[in-house]
C-alpha cells in the first residue's frame, strides 16, 4: 500500500467515527451529471490510419460533496463515481489505429479505452475517493483530485472528466490571498479506466514516467479588479516551472475590459536532461536522437485582451513560445489540457519557437430576449514552427491556423430547466511536416440532476 492510499484509508476512518456529527449530512449535496457525447473528426489529407474518428457515448457522473464534522478540525469524504456506456464506435473509427489498419498502440481511443484488437470497450467506469479536513479557512484533501491552477488543468474535454490522485492544501487564512500545494502521483485518463504515471508530450509514456508532480503558488488579490498570481510545478525527472500571471478588469465606457497577461519559464529536471526517452518535443536538430527532441526548455509569453458590452465579447491576444523544446505541460498521450490562451479545440499552438495570434468574439443572446443561448468564435494563426526528422530540417518556418465555433443553449425554465446542448466545430489546417489537417465536430447533451 502505498503512502497515499494508507493515509486515505486513516483519514477514511477517523471521518467515519465522527460522521453522525451535525454538519457532516446537513451540509452535504448530491448530484448526478448526465452527459451525451457525440464526435466526429476528419483527417483530410495524407494517407497514414486513421482517416476518420468517430464515436457516440452516454456517461454518468455521480458527486457526492460530504459536509464537515464539528470541532476545531471538520472532517469530512467526497466520492466520485464515473461511468461511459459505448453507444456507437465501430472496428476502425475510435482513433487507435495502426498504420496498415490494424490495431494502435495508444492508451484507447478518442473516448472509450480499447480492447486488445484496437476497438473500442462497451463501457468503463471508475470510482474515486477523497477524505478532506478543515481547520478555520485551510482545507486538506487526499486521494482524487480534479485540480485547475496554470501549472495544473484538469481535462473535461470529452465523454468523462480526467482524475488525479494525490493530496492538495488549500488555505485561505490571508485576506485577499489564496495559497495552494499538491503532490500529484497519478493520473486517470477521460479515455481510461486505470491509474498511470506522469509524463509529458515526445517522451515514451511507456516506459519514462514520473510518480511525483508537486506544486504551489497562489492568488493575490491586490485590489477588486486587479490579481497576480504566482505558482510552481515540477515533475520529477522531467521539467520544473515557474509561473506568472497578471489579470485585470478596467470599466472603460459601457462596458469591462479583461487583460491576461501570463509567463511561464519552463527548465529540464533530472533524466529529461540527458536521457532520450525522457526527451520533450522540440526543435531540436542535433541531439542525441536526431528527431527533433531534447531536453525541456521553453519560455512562453502571452497576452489576452477581452473586451465585453451589451452581450458582445471581442478579443485579440498573442503568444510567443521561446526555446528549444515545445511549451512542456502533463500530458500522457491520452488527452489533456494546459493552461494556455491557445488550447483550443484541437491544437495547443505552443511549438518550439512558435508565435501565435489570436482574434475572439462572442454574444450572449440573453440581450435580445434568448436567454441561454450563447456562440462564439476563435480564430488562431501560427508560424515559425521548425521541425527536423533524421537530423534534417523538415519544416522551416512552418505554419498552422484553426478556427473554433461553438453555439450553446441552456434550457431557463419549465419542465426541461437546466438542459443544456452545445455544438462545436473545428477545422485545422497546417503545412508543418508529417501533419494531416482536420475537421472536427462534437455534439454534446447534458444535464445535471440535484440527488440532495
Known amino acids: 500500500m502505498n503512502k497515499s492510499t494508507l493515509a486515505l484509508a486513516v483519514a477514511v476512518g477517523v471521518m467515519a467515527q465522527q460522521a453522525g456529527a451535525a454538519g457532516f449530512i446537513e451540509d452535504s449535496k448530491a448530484t448526478l451529471g448526465l452527459r451525451n457525447f457525440y464526435i466526429n473528426t476528419d483527417n483530410r489529407n495524407g494517407t497514414a490510419e486513421p482517416s476518420r474518428n468517430e464515436e457516440w457515448g452516454q456517461g454518468f457522473d455521480l458527486r457526492f460533496i460530504s459536509g464537515y464534522t464539528q470541532g476545531t478540525v471538520g472532517f469530512g469524504i467526497d466520492a466520485i463515481g464515473l461511468l461511459g456506456v459505448r453507444l456507437d464506435s465501430g472496428g476502425g473509427t475510435n482513433g487507435n489505429v495502426a498504420s496498415g489498419g490494424g490495431p494502435g498502440t495508444a492508451y484507447g481511443g478518442t473516448v472509450f479505452p480499447s480492447e486488445s484488437n484496437g476497438q473500442a470497450v462497451d463501457n468503463f467506469s471508475s470510482l474515486g475517493l477523497t477524505a478532506k479536513a478543515k481547520i478555520s479557512q485551510t482545507e486538506l484533501k487526499l486521494g482524487t483530485l480534479q485540480p485547475k491552477n496554470p501549472v495544473i488543468v484538469t481535462n473535461d474535454g470529452r465523454l468523462l472528466p480526467q482524475t488525479w490522485q494525490g493530496g492538495q492544501i488549500t488555505s485561505g487564512e490571508i485576506k485577499d490571498l489564496t495559497l495552494v500545494g499538491g503532490q500529484i502521483e497519478h493520473v486517470k485518463g477521460r479515455n481510461s479506466s486505470n491509474n498511470e504515471q506522469l509524463s509529458i508530450g515526445g517522451a515514451n509514456a511507456r516506459t519514462a514516467n514520473s510518480n511525483k508532480f508537486i506544486y504551489a503558488g497562489g492568488d493575490y488579490k491586490i485590489t477588486k479588479d486587479l490579481t497576480a498570481q504566482y505558482y510552481y510545478g515540477n515533475l520529477e ?155 534534417v530540417q523538415t519544416s522551416n518556418g512552418a505554419s498552422e491556423w484553426e478556427r473554433d465555433l461553438t453555439v450553446a443553449y441552456v434550457v431557463p425554465e419549465g ?38
Open 415 to 452: 419542465p426541461l430547466k437546466n438542459v443544456g446542448f452545445m455544438w462545436k466545430n473545428a477545422s485545422w489546417r497546417t503545412d508543418i511536416a508529417g501533419q494531416r489537417d482536420q475537421d472536427e465536430n462534437r455534439l454534446i447533451l447534458s444535464y445535471s440532476i440535484p440527488l440532495l
Open 237 to 391: 525527472n522531467f521539467y520544473k516551472q515557474h509561473f506568472l500571471g497578471l489579470v485585470h478588469n478596467w470599466s472603460i465606457g459601457p462596458g469591462v475590459l479583461k487583460s491576461d497577461f501570463r509567463y511561464f519559464n519552463s527548465s529540464d529536471d533530472g533524466r529529461n536532461g540527458d536521457e532520450s526517452a525522457y526527451f520533450s518535443n522540440g526543435a531540436y536538430g542535433n541531439s542525441s536522437l536526431g528527431n527533433g527532441k531534447g531536453k525541456v526548455d521553453n519560455n512562453l509569453y502571452s497576452g489576452l485582451f477581452l473586451y465585453t458590452v451589451a452581450g458582445h465579447t471581442f478579443g485579440g491576444g498573442y503568444q510567443v513560445s521561446n526555446g528549444s523544446s515545445d511549451f512542456p505541460w502533463l500530458n500522457q498521450g491520452d488527452g489533456s489540457s494546459n493552461y494556455t490562451i491557445t488550447d483550443m479545440q484541437i491544437q495547443k499552438f505552443n511549438r518550439a519557437g512558435e508565435r501565435t495570434w489570436q482574434a475572439r468574439y462572442s454574444y450572449d443572446f440573453a440581450k435580445v430576449g434568448v436567454p441561454g443561448l450563447t456562440a462564439g468564435m476563435v480564430y488562431l494563426r501560427g508560424d515559425n514552427v521548425d521541425t527536423y526528422a533524421s537530423r
